[in-house]
């Protein structure tokens, strides 16, 4: 008897290993919440809040949820978001799509009462991009502590490598290079080859939403912050609604504003390199000196930024969490300078390094108009200027082909990139590898 | 306690069956063009695959036969009591047999030294510096948390030049060239994966490691990472373009290059990233 029943339990195991390992889709089963901005209930250094005004807070919450939905699985989408997104957000997930018409987000038919199980970018994004990103995309996902630069917290809608101009919202265009083809020389990978194309589109359309909401939360937080919490008729779901069609037309308005260079590029001859490098160095009368933040030998130790060393200790000296204590011990004057060098999100900045070689790194890539760009149009979010229209477009292409030359002509700055020293570690360059640890 | 005996002989059965299955399944064999089960795309997978079916022959061999005594001496001698209901055997201890120990240890160590002989000449022609073919390097390969970039030549044929070609998670070569990499990784250890051409390869950082291999059939592999590098360990695949000529390459070449001199956007709606 007891051989049998063990017997039972053997072959019941053999059974049950197999189908607790086998489950698939599972992820999409779980409860996700987004997460709340800081600012809805704490005093946020440099920003209004809406500390100790419990009524507009609930107020701000319901409004995020009758607008884009409670929680992930239940997203909703604005009527007028309809035109930005793939087939006006039907690509988002968990969604419902009748006579061809998107109705509503709801997981549940209402007719036949059955559930439609659709993951499109929500599951794509929880699976491939949260853990970085954060379920709200606020760049606080469970491994953004452990990398440098930080993941990119969508919540403000900016974003620095875009064809569209400085402080203006990426293209849709933008984004997908970004997710097909990474940034190069930050943890973002490339994943052209593990998505399709289709399922980027997908992706996407969930970052413009994420970023939408975001920035309508940080909008209504703003519009609370102003408004008497004893008024019954502040932060009214109609202001909440009128406010979320500000930042969706803004979207929508930025999409056309893809910079193309109106003259074609100049040819990368002598001249034209030898041109780009009296601009970078501040000797026309123009006076870029883009050698102030990027350095003389464009190895990003420009005087204007905290020093190499400085910044190395600070960012990769010890633990992340212990951050702020670093800072607080630098001398006053150095605290300071560390506090005008941090970008829109408030983390430290570096100038690109130019110079490393063979290993040159451009983040926002390196084709011609890419750093075109950069150079005209800037990066948003970070101290790199819009130049265009300060310096004319041929003078942004002598920068260009300036640039695109130096790492295999160091001596165009003087200087052979490691003369007999050693080499510069990892780490210690503009574009320094994942803190790994 | 032997309908135990039963639990092994069916635990033995089912691994045995599985392992006969296996090849006649796309899904369970080693990695394969699809539609093609038996044939792995390199010469030196080919090779590797004679290896490792010699090796499970012999493991084979040895399975079977410890198991079907194991079964049969569990399944004989257990449980059987006399009329006292004392067993009928006592179980007798004894400390040491020389004899069957100079056995056990050499059977398997002959069986690894002819294992060893045996792959050793593969083993040199796939990894020994002094067996690297004489060809160009057709990429440089850098691994990184979490991703593979590759550095061309460009149409000047030498590396770190301007005209380099720079792809991510993206390599291409063509069918029947011994093709050589040279292999770097710029953080951590990374393993560079090609399952279909049986390659592996760690990548080291601070070394540069030549790889190579060939493939006879054209078409869309896959590239991973062998190595538990970090959380984004899984993202680190790439996809593998097989060409089947040169001509077919170089417009692939010549298509990345005049997309990585792209300086204007021809139409608003162009297709920026391609
Ligand atoms: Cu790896």
């Known amino acids: 008897m007891t051989v049998r029943s063990r017997l039972h339990r053997v072959i019941g195991l053999c059974f049950l290993v197999p189908a607790i390992s086998g489950c698939s889709d599972s992820f999409l089963a779980g409860k996700l919440h987004y997460v709340e901005n800081e600012a809805l209930t704490k005093d946020v250094k440099g920003r209004s809040s809406l500390v100790g005004k419990p009524r507009l807070q609930e107020k701000v919450r319901k409004a995020l949820a009758d607008i884009f939905g409670e929680d992930p699985q239940r997203i909703r989408v604005p009527e007028a978001m309809g035109g930005l997104l793939n087939s006006g957000g039907a690509y988002l997930g968990n969604y419902q799509v009748q006579d061809g018409v998107v109705k509503h987000s709801a997981n549940e038919d209402p007719v036949t009462k059955q559930f439609t199980r659709y993951a499109g970018g929500y599951g794509i994004y929880r699976r491939q991009c949260l853990h970085c990103h954060g379920v709200s995309g606020a760049g606080d996902g469970p491994t953004a502590p452990f990398l440098y630069p930080y993941p990119r917290d969508y919540r403000k809608g900016l974003f620095k490598f875009t064809s569209t101009p400085n402080g203006a919202r990426p293209s849709k265009e933008d984004l997908k290079r970004t997710v097909r083809n990474g940034l190069n020389g930050t943890s973002m990978p490339a994943f052209h080859s593990l998505l399709s194309d289709f399922e980027i589109d997908q992706v996407v359309d969930y970052v413009i939403f994420l970023s939408i909401r975001g920035e309508t939360e940080l909008a209504l937080i703003d519009e609370g912050a102003i408004s008497d919490e004893t008024d019954i008729n502040a932060l009214s779901p109609e202001t909440a609604a009128e406010i979320a069609d500000g930042v969706i037309r803004r979207w929508i308005a930025d999409q056309s504003k893809v910079v193309n260079p109106t003259i074609a590029r100049t040819e990368s001859t002598r001249e034209s390199i030898l041109r780009g490098r009296e601009l970078f160095l501040g000797k026309t009368p123009e006076k870029l000196e883009c050698s102030g933040c990027h350095g003389l030998l464009a190895r990003g130790d420009g005087k204007s930024f905290v020093p190499q060393d400085v910044f190395n200790q600070v960012v990769f000296g010890g633990n992340p969490s212990e951050r702020q204590q670093r800072i607080d011990a630098l001398s006053p004057e150095m605290k300071d300078l560390w506090g005008q060098k941090l970008d829109d999100w408030g983390n430290p900045l570096r100038p690109a390094n130019l110079n490393r070689g063979k290993d040159t790194v451009y983040k926002g890539g390196r084709r011609p108009i890419d750093i075109y760009w950069r150079i005209a149009k800037g990066i948003t979010g970070a101290q790199m200027p819009a130049h265009y229209p300060t310096i004319d477009e041929k003078k942004v292409w002598d920068l260009v082909n300036f640039v695109l030359a130096l790492p295999f002509e160091p001596e165009l700055l003087g200087e052979s990139p490691h003369p007999g020293g050693p080499e510069v570690p990892p780490g210690v360059s503009g574009t320094p590898p994942v803190a790994a640890r | ?274």
């Open chain 2, 1 to 274: 306690m032997r309908y135990w005996s039963v639990v092994f002989a069916l635990a033995a059965i089912f691994s045995v069956g599985a392992f006969v299955y296996a090849p006649l399944s796309g899904d369970w064999w080693l990695p394969n063009p699809s539609g093609d089960m038996h044939h792995s795309v390199s010469s030196f997978g080919r090779e590797i695959d004679s290896l490792f079916v010699i090796i499970l022959v012999i493991t084979g061999v040895v399975f079977i036969g410890t198991q079907v005594v194991l079964v049969w001496e569990a399944y004989r001698f257990a449980d059987r009591v006399d009329d006292a209901g004392r067993p009928v055997r006592q179980a007798r201890y004894f400390h040491g047999s020389q004899r069957l120990e100079v056995i056990w240890t050499i059977i398997p160590a002959a069986i690894l030294v002819f294992i060893a002989l045996y792959q050793m000449g593969t083993w040199a022609n796939i990894k020994f510096r002094s067996a690297a073919p004489k060809v160009q390097p057709t990429a440089e390969v850098t691994a990184r948390q979490f991703q593979w970039i590759f550095r061309y030549p460009g149409p000047d044929r030498k590396l770190y030049t301007p005209d380099d070609l720079y792809t991510v998670n993206d390599f291409h070569f063509v069918k029947d060239r011994m093709t050589l990499i040279n292999l770097r990784s710029s953080d951590v250890i990374h393993s560079f994966f090609l399952p279909h051409m049986r390659i592996k390869q760690d990548a080291v950082p601070g070394m540069i490691i030549p790889v190579w291999f060939d493939s006879d059939t054209a078409g869309h592999f896959e590239l991973v990472c062998a190595e538990l590098c970090g959380w984004g360990h899984y993202k680190m695949r790439g996809n593998v373009t097989v060409h089947a000529s040169d001509e077919e390459f170089a417009k692939w070449q010549a298509d990345l290059l005049a997309e990585q001199n792209r300086s204007q956007l021809s139409m608003a709606t162009d297709n920026q990233g391609r």
